[in-house]
């Protein structure tokens, strides 16, 4: 059974960087797509970006300047680190897998910016 | 980037009766490989969301086959055949054929 359980920091001040990992479990790096999405009030989901299991990432316009995804398959975990947040980045963020047939989900995390 | 809009907002369904629920993009969502990259996503109070339907009519592994999505271009449907409890929620589209990957507003399946 395929599982993803992401953890990292839920409460930044502004110009903070946000951190978020997410270890997989009982799935191979290949095959999936390895997605970071966000969710607020204000914005609905909100596509952050992604990585392939050869390193390739893609990532929303809006947030390219402030964001990167990494991968560590040794670890088999996935991070998101997004700069210089500000209250905009106050959100559930979710990691998620997507392959054909099957999508995995993380639990999501709160993370709020305030000072 | 591709604006998602969905109708309605809200749909009060009948256990048992079907619904369904409309996506329109501002652009066409056919990607130069041919296939049109329209998913659908189901999110439970409190819960993850989860891709139900990808490529317009796809279902995911383990996804009710009262769940079905068609469409082309730029408008897309799904529908449900006889809505269950466990269907309540918020419903959204995405499209994954332009940068960024864009979701539309949700649409709010209840029970009456």
């Given at each position: ?66 964001v990167a995804i990494s991968l560590d398959t040794s670890k088999k975990q996935f991070s998101l680190k997004l700069r210089s947040v500000t209250a905009a980045d106050t959100a559930v963020y979710y990691c998620a897998a997507f392959g054909e047939l099957r999508n995995h989900w993380g639990q999501g995390t709160l993370v709020t910016v305030s000072s | ?112």
């Amino acid at each position: 059974q395929v599982q993803l359980q992401q953890w990292g920091a839920g409460l930044l001040k502004p110009s903070e960087t946000l951190s978020l990992t997410c270890a997989v479990y009982g799935a191979s790096f290949s095959g999936y797509y390895w997605s970071w999405i966000r969710q607020s009030p204000g914005k609905g989901l909100e596509y952050i970006g992604e990585i392939t299991h050869r390193g390739s990432t893609n990532y929303n316009p809006s947030l390219k300047s402030r964001v990167a995804i990494s991968l560590d398959t040794s670890k088999k975990q996935f991070s998101l680190k997004l700069r210089s947040v500000t209250a905009a980045d106050t959100a559930v963020y979710y990691c998620a897998a997507f392959g054909e047939l099957r999508n995995h989900w993380g639990q999501g995390t709160l993370v709020t910016v305030s000072s | 980037d591709v604006v998602m809009t969905q109708s309605p907002l809200s749909l009060p369904v009948t256990l048992g009766q079907p619904a369904s629920i409309s996506c329109r993009s501002s652009q066409s969502l056919v990607y130069s490989d041919g296939h049109t990259y329209l998913n659908w996503f189901h999110q439970r109070p409190g819960q993850s969301p989860r891709r139900l339907i990808y490529k317009v009519s796809n279902r995911d592994s383990g996804v009710p086959d009262r769940f079905s999505g068609s469409g082309s271009g730029t408008e897309f449907t799904l529908k449900i055949s006889r809505v269950e409890a466990e269907d309540v929620g918020v419903y959204y589209c995405m499209q994954g054929t332009h940068w960024p990957l864009t979701f539309g507003g949700g649409t709010k399946v209840e029970i009456k």
